[in-house]
């Protein structure tokens, strides 16, 4: 009893321990949780040098001056539809981190959706790269829709951003795309063709990154492009390289056509055999050859069983089947009773007429053919001449593409309160850094700092206080120690601890005077006095004799210790 009560004494102050360690690191989070009740105060990002455009959504009167809705109508589609009538709208994130940093979100689904802002001068693809940077935030998840942007293209002296539509003419489109299982970050460039003139829209090589939890993960995520006048490029999400390659060789269709192609109207001639084999003209049907034998054939072997019924049906009509009282004979026919299994064929082997089974048929051998033997007029596979690439050119510098003037949201979506944020266009990769330290990553921290779970501020709080790891294993380790020597070790002295005070003791006695017990005989076994006994008659019979001829064997000796009853149990 008292080693155990010292286990449970030991294994309720090491849980007390551990509750006071974890109490304190709690009231360390909790102290630091309630500074970040007060939301930090906002402030708008600031450009540390030039951009073409640069956008925080902070100012309502400026993104009203700036950014302007279409007002046209998308073509080829249901009237009902055509019209862009989505809902756009300036407000706080749903989950806010910081009091008045504004987005512009997407508050409708299931509308088409434009709305497009100028540049603050074109940019041109000469000597520096393009930077495009911004947030998208889908705070109610996405179902099927998008969420990229489009550059447009600067043809015109100015661009008449109220007529902005799927087919106004655009450089780059770059961001997520999500419908159904299909995920995808968006890089598609138009080229034009410096020949004849004709654009063509250029594919990048899909990323190698799993792209599944940016649509439903509903924090928000930073997308990079940078284009570079050496024809690379790179798509970052949250700073994350997660696809980077060449415009010359990353992209499909390829940016230059083949130096060759088929000759178009090159015909196979009528001689050209391009047959590999050929039946043997010289191979006869071996006259055993028996086209007509099936393929299996009726097993003689197979006999009747003995309790096979042959006269009995396998079915017969359900004798307490009654025709029901509306049956009519003229609307429903005669009326027949249900059939049932006929009861006389259960538990044998069948009933009915019996067919025999079928076998493989061993002169079976099928349609005769001839073996193939190489075609000795053989040619090859055809294929039409190769011809010189009318339409080949031969384009090195692919990043020279089409000036950009505008940047515009074209959209379609099936979810709603899609949130943009801090876009920016620039040709300086550091601007575009400093202007994401100063927006994305001061919200993605805060968001992680609120989202963070017990264990992770555990851990956190292990880094900062590398000492706690003793508290921790000692808590933790020395419970479990105890219980293992408790359940391992205890069991022989609790058998000691709960032996009858009163029971005789074991070790061995003087004999005591001939025809007189000792002592201990004759204090009965108080602790079983009460019990009731489950010994059968038999039981007794058998201790009694057993007994008996102990007393006997002691009285013929005349001397040795005498022997208690044992206790009936």
């Known amino acids: 009893m008292g080693r155990q009560r010292l286990c449970t004494l030991a294994i309720v102050l090491s849980v007390f321990l551990v509750i006071a360690v974890l109490g304190e690191e709690h009231v360390h989070d909790q102290d ?97 790269p393009l930077v495009v940077q911004y947030e998208v935030n889908f705070q109610d998840g996405q179902e099927c829709g998008g969420a990229y942007l489009k550059l447009l293209t600067q043809e015109e002296a100015s661009l008449d951003l109220t007529k902005f539509h799927d087919k106004t003419p655009y450089t780059i489109m770059f961001g997520p795309d999500k419908c159904g299982v299909d995920h995808k970050l968006h890089f598609i460039f138009r080229h034009k063709n410096p020949i004849n003139g004709s654009i063509e829209e250029k594919h990048s090589k899909k990323p190698k990154e799993r792209l599944e939890d940016y649509f439903k993960d509903k924090v928000p995520h930073l997308y990079t492009l940078i284009v570079r006048p050496d024809n ?81 049906p396998t079915t017969i009509p359900n ?24 009861p006389k064929c259960e538990g044998i082997s069948g009933c009915g007429p019996y067919k025999q089974k079928l076998k493989k048929n061993p002169r079976y051998k099928g349609k005769w053919l001839p073996a193939l033997i190489n075609n000795p007029n053989y040619k090859g596979k055809w294929k039409p001449r190769l011809i010189h690439n009318p339409e080949f050119f031969n384009d090195q510098h692919p990043f020279r593409m089409m000036p950009i003037g505008a940047i515009g949201f074209e959209l379609w979506s099936m979810s709603p309160d899609i949130l943009f944020d801090n876009v920016i266009i620039t040709d300086d990769e550091d601007v575009a850094k400093q202007w994401a330290d100063e927006t994305f990553e001061i919200r993605r921290q805060k968001i992680a700092q609120e989202g963070s779970s017990v264990w992770r501020r555990v851990v956190d709080f292990t880094s900062e206080n590398p000492w706690i790891w003793a508290v921790y294993i000692v808590g933790t380790g020395l419970p479990l120690l105890l219980i293992i020597y ?70 013929a000796s005349g001397d ?10």
């Open 560 to 569: 040795g210790p005498r022997r208690r009853k044992p206790n009936k149990e």
């Open 319 to 342: 004798p307490d089947s009654v025709k029901p009282d509306d049956w009519d004979v003229e609307m429903d026919g005669e009326w027949e009773p249900p059939q049932i299994p006929n």
């Open 32 to 128: 630091a949780s309630d500074d970040d009740i007060q939301k930090p105060v906002y402030k708008s990002p600031t450009v540390s040098g030039f951009a073409y455009l640069a956008e925080h959504f902070d100012d309502r009167e400026r993104f009203r001056t700036v950014w302007v809705q279409s007002q046209t109508k998308k073509e080829e589609i249901d009237e009902d539809i055509a019209k862009y009538d989505g809902v756009w709208a300036v407000e706080e994130p749903t989950r806010s981190v910081q009091d008045d940093d504004l987005g512009l979100v997407l508050k409708s689904k299931a509308r088409h959706a434009a709305i497009a802002a100028l540049l603050n001068k074109p940019f041109k693809f000469e000597e520096k």
């Open 486 to 555: 408790c359940c391992c070790f205890s069991s022989k002295d609790s058998s000691d601890d709960e032996k009858d005070p009163l029971a005789p003791n074991e070790e061995p006695k003087c004999p005591s005077p001939e025809g007189s017990a000792s002592p201990e005989d004759q204090v009965p076994h108080l602790s079983r006095l009460d019990e009731p006994s489950n010994d059968n008659n038999e039981n007794d019979e058998e201790t009694d004799e057993i007994i008996a001829s102990e007393k006997d064997e002691q009285g």
């Open 232 to 312: 690379s490029f790179q798509v970052k999400v949250d700073g994350k390289i997660v696809n980077e390659g060449s415009l010359l060789d990353d992209f499909t269709p390829p940016v230059n056509p083949p130096l060759e192609i088929e000759d178009p109207n090159d015909i196979q001639p009528e001689d050209w055999d391009d047959r590999e084999k050929i039946p043997d003209p010289t191979a006869v049907k071996p006259e055993d050859w028996d086209e007509d034998a099936p393929a299996q054939i009726v097993d003689e072997d197979d006999l009747m069983p003995e309790d096979w019924l042959e006269n009995e």
